[in-house]
């Protein structure tokens, strides 16, 4: 028994790296296109967070969420409580994470299918490799995540799935090693061959479907060759367009980002097979109902593939990586969030909710327990602020403040309804920042600090669809 899909969305990172700035910087590499970048305050878990807004928008609440990358932020903690805390969920929804490997990403997705609840898959991955190896030209950062169950109408049914396993050594990484190690390309081949074949072969038959049957074949896997010599020999008349000239091969997450770019255009009764090479093979085939053509996801894949900025240098990409090391600026470094104060604060910190003066109607940002309009003590309600969009009233450029990214644009945000608030843009460009401008909330990581990654809310400009 299975569960069908309820909401999807994926998040691509603002920025662009063009792979010829790498050949421009190291003389060899590069490329044609453009790979996405996690910006220096993103990381698996803000892009995660990213995703999940997108998906569930107008889907069920999930009572279970699971969360899967092949580079977790955080190892013994819970990386899941984090995405758990900025959707504002009850205590009551199990988070989990499933990490480790590329193949958690099809894993947590198979896991949603299969739960009897309600369940938000995040897939997420932020892909480095060494400087001017292939893994840094053909790799990207995004993030995908699905809603899969609960009694919103479903976008797609699931008519089956099925996996073939076995150990071999393709791609590894050694705890703390800064890049992955892949054995020679032919042996991958070789070995993902008969796994993708058999695991296609069996989906497709519970499906009581053939090749013909399939109106669109996504392939998705590290393994470049693997996957287009499956994609070639299927039998399938349509493979979707893997993105990676656009974004690059995004690991974890891959998967569903095409998945998703597909079903931003996919029309009601299309049949959509999902291959998955990593580790073994995994093959899911969907079928989209009426309810896909009302259902969009906002903003599609395309959307964000448009919108992207490939502006950005090689130089200050190796610098959010942490393989340059620059002079930072000559202020005290900055320290990590305590314990205690961040639990108190969990609802403002995470999940960006103010207050409401039930008196007179005032929001607070941070929330209080004295209205600063009418005086009134502990007369507050909730005010979940992340969704609401404001305008910019007036911005200053602060080029001495610490970041990886330097200046800094902090503004004074007026909220749509109400309140105003202080803070950090995100992914903009100082020169082009007006007062007026239309802002969104984003959650990102502030800063890490003795080994605690501070995360909070930013503002980001509306792009103009």
Not at 54 to 81: E, M, S
Not at 244 to 263: E, F, K, M, P, S
Not at 311 to 339: I, K
Request: proline letters at 6%; hydrophobic letters at 40%; a negative charge.
């Amino acid at each position: 028994m299975t569960q069908g899909l309820t909401g999807y969305g994926a998040y691509l990172p603002h920025h662009r790296l063009k792979r010829s700035e790498i050949a421009a910087a190291l003389g060899e590499g590069g490329g044609k296109g453009t790979r996405a970048v996690a910006s220096f305050d993103e990381d698996a878990t803000s892009m995660g967070v990213e995703a999940a807004r997108i998906a569930l928008r107008g889907a069920p609440t999930p009572a279970r969420v699971l969360f899967a990358t092949a580079n977790p932020p955080y190892l013994d903690k819970t990386n899941a409580n984090v995405i758990h805390a900025a959707l504002g969920l009850d205590a009551s929804v199990l988070a989990i994470d499933v990490v480790g490997s590329t193949r958690s990403g099809i894993g947590a997705v198979v896991l949603a299918t299969e739960t009897t609840t309600p369940t938000l898959a995040v897939v997420t991955d932020v892909r480095t490799g060494l400087p001017g190896g292939a893994d840094e030209r053909d790799g990207g950062d995004a993030a995908a995540a699905f809603v899969f169950g609960g009694d919103g109408p479903v976008l797609a049914d699931v008519l089956a799935q099925a996996s073939a396993t076995q150990e071999f050594l393709d791609r590894w990484r050694l705890p703390g090693a800064p890049a992955s190690r892949v054995w020679e390309e032919r042996f991958g081949e070789h070995a993902y061959g008969p796994l993708a074949d058999a695991a296609f072969t069996a989906a497709l038959k519970q499906a009581d479907l053939t090749p013909a049957d399939v109106d669109v074949l996504i392939v998705a896997g590290t393994h470049g060759r693997a996957v287009k010599s499956f994609a070639g020999g299927a039998g399938v008349a349509k493979v979707a367009d893997d993105l990676t000239t656009a974004i690059g091969n995004t690991g974890t997450a891959h998967a569903g980002v095409v998945l998703a770019d597909v079903l931003d255009r996919a029309e009601p009764g299309q049949t959509i097979a999902l291959v998955v090479l990593a580790d073994g093979a995994t093959a899911m085939v969907l079928r989209t109902t009426d309810a896909i053509a009302t259902r969009r996801s906002s903003p599609s894949v395309a959307q964000q593939v448009e919108h992207g900025d490939d502006s950005l240098r090689y130089t200050t990409f190796l610098t959010w990586r942490g393989l340059l090391t620059r002079e930072p600026p000559r202020r005290p470094d900055p320290t990590g969030p305590a314990a205690p104060p961040s639990l108190r604060t969990e609802h403002y910190k995470y999940g960006f909710v103010g207050s409401t003066c039930t008196e007179c109607g005032t929001i607070h940002l941070p929330p209080v327990r004295v209205c600063v309009n009418c005086k009134a003590i502990d007369h507050m309600a909730a005010a979940p602020m992340a969704d609401v969009q404001g305008q910019i009233v007036t911005y200053t450029v602060d080029r001495l403040a610490y970041s990886l990214s330097p200046p800094v644009v902090a503004a004074v945000v007026d909220f749509d309804g109400g309140g105003r608030f202080s803070c950090e843009l995100a992914d903009v460009d100082p020169a082009t920042v007006r007062i007026g401008d239309r802002v969104e909330m984003t959650f990102r990581r502030i800063v890490t600090a003795g080994g605690v990654h501070n995360y909070f809310w930013k503002a980001r400009k509306v792009e103009e669809v």
